[in-house]
């Protein structure tokens, strides 16, 4: 298991910041983990997982417009 810092969270999903934590408090995003006072980090499995289900998402959205 590894955990990754925010700066590689931001470089494999695409996303701001601020858009992260607002996914986090949406509850649309892995909660990340508190390593210290002022130190997070996420696991990386579970960022991945999430990557992975926006493009499942995409898919099944593909092939419900080419079912029309």
């Given at each position: 298991?590894r955990?990754?810092?925010?700066?590689?969270?931001?470089?494999?999903t695409?996303?701001?910041?601020?858009?992260?934590?607002?996914f986090?408090?949406?509850?649309?995003?892995p909660?990340p983990?508190?390593l210290?006072?002022?130190?997070?980090?996420?696991?990386?499995g579970?960022?991945?997982e999430?990557?992975?289900?926006?493009?499942?998402e995409r898919?099944?959205?593909?092939?419900g417009?080419?079912?029309?």
């Amino acid at each position: 298991m590894r955990l990754i810092r925010l700066k590689e969270v931001i470089d494999s999903t695409g996303l701001a910041r601020s858009t992260i934590y607002k996914f986090i408090s949406e509850g649309e995003f892995p909660k990340p983990v508190s390593l210290g006072e002022r130190c997070v980090a996420w696991v990386e499995g579970e960022v991945h997982e999430w990557i992975l289900s926006r493009i499942e998402e995409r898919d099944n959205q593909k092939q419900g417009v080419s079912g029309i």
